[in-house]
């Protein structure tokens, strides 16, 4: 019988809860985050935009979802997400449409604004707290199979939609993608995600909320914030927010410069996808053996080493197929532990929107991230100093991380 809370039954079986909401997660990745490369080149042909007036947008989006993050944790730790992320999917259907039929660069850039609002509300972190809220003190093991099949999202995403863009045109192609989030929205979502009525699972024991100096409970977020590991966290996920966004702009035209030939860099790049599945599946079959510090100290090992083999000017197939394992096993990994970190180092209470708050310095630094790399490529004169610069912030990440892990209250 499913899981009863004091405001109700569960509408549905949490493991089918949780499949659901991964299938969304797959689809919500593919089609809104992952596709907006292939879309540049048609537009570019058919409209005449500058490509940086266009990556201008994007990182518009990027900066809009960082800034929505902690309202849409609050609003889910109240129970909200069911209204959350419907409304989310269905806008980025009507959104996907207007794209569609745009033709004003600043109707591009309104319409990608809302699309960061959306993802702000449908990818990872507001399914994060809605499954926290079904599974209670078991919710590794489900953020584990969640983001293994949400380690597809590329896999799947970016090959069906340039078959769409190659068969039927780019316009039209953005038609299907609405309708298939249309279908998200109220098949996935409304359906499957837990309404106002069912009360979360608690994690741990609920502990009273701490109270201020007038004798008034503070909320979990003015709670969390005077944890240090609270801060640790936020240094160690911002740096990778700024550095992978860097690296995920950057690293074609970097290998172009080094004169790989395009079909090792289109390789490279494939091969960087599959690697964070595999390091998902490696995860999830050690799940027992390995806390989640060990887990969060191996990824900010790989990133820098990672990072450090691009700056040391390795062109070669042999040592780019093994920086596409290091840093995809790594980039993989870190988005469970995102999941993971909070409830353990900081606390259970107000899941939600605490990790909306680490989660907002996270992507307005994702957002930076191409902007301030193309600026340190000029000032440089090359990529090589760049990449120096993001293994230094790694490290810097990386200290963040062990602060953290050294700080918390709740030590694996």
Wanted: with cysteine.
């Amino acid at each position: 019988m499913a899981k009863s809370g004091a405001g109700g039954p569960w509408r549905k079986r949490p493991s089918t809860i949780l499949w659901m909401l991964s299938i969304g997660q797959l689809i919500s990745w593919g089609l809104v985050y992952y596709t907006f490369p292939l879309f540049i080149g048609p537009m570019e042909q058919e409209l005449g935009w500058a490509r940086s007036s266009m990556f201008g947008a994007l990182s518009a989006g990027l900066l809009t979802a960082g800034l929505c993050s902690i309202a849409v944790g609050a609003w889910i730790d109240r129970g909200h997400g069911r209204l959350l992320m419907t409304g989310g999917s269905l806008l980025a259907a009507i959104l996907l449409f207007v794209w569609s039929r745009v033709e004003s660069l600043p109707v591009f850039y309104a319409m990608w604004i809302g699309l960061g609002a959306c993802q702000a509300v449908i990818l990872y972190e507001p399914a994060f707290a809605v499954i926290t809220r079904v599974y209670g003190p078991r919710y590794k093991q489900a953020i584990l199979l969640m983001t293994f099949l949400g380690g597809l999202a590329s896999t799947f995403g970016i090959p069906f939609t340039q078959l769409l863009i190659e068969h039927i045109g780019w316009r039209p192609a953005l038609e299907v993608l609405a309708a298939i989030n249309l279908g998200v929205a109220f098949l996935i979502h409304w359906l499957f995600v837990p309404g106002p009525r069912e009360e979360a699972v608690p994690i741990a024991e609920v502990r009273p909320p701490a109270e201020g100096a007038a004798g008034k409970k503070k909320s979990p977020l003015a709670a969390a914030v005077r944890v240090p590991a609270f801060w640790g966290l936020v240094v160690a996920f911002a740096g990778y927010g700024l550095a992978f966004s860097a690296m995920s702009f950057h690293l074609i035209p970097l290998l172009e410069a080094r004169d790989v030939p395009i079909a090792v860099v289109m390789a490279i790049i494939a091969l960087i996808g599959p690697m964070q599945v595999v390091g998902r599946v490696l995860l999830m079959v050690g799940q027992r053996h390995i806390t989640t510090i060990q887990l969060g100290a191996g990824i900010y090992f790989a990133f820098p080493i990672s990072m450090a083999m691009l700056a040391a000017g390795i062109s070669d197939v042999y040592g780019l197929i093994l920086f596409a394992i290091i840093y995809g096993v790594a980039n993989g990994l870190v988005t469970i532990l995102r999941g993971m970190a909070v409830p353990e180092f900081i606390g259970p209470e107000g899941y939600g929107v605490v990790s909306g708050a680490l989660t907002m310095p996270t992507n307005i630094m994702r957002a930076a991230g191409p902007l301030l790399a193309s600026l340190a490529w000029g000032a440089f004169g090359g990529y090589t100093p760049v990449l120096w610069g993001l293994a230094g912030i790694m490290l810097v990440a990386a200290a963040g991380f062990a602060a953290a892990a050294i700080l918390s209250k709740r030590p694996s």
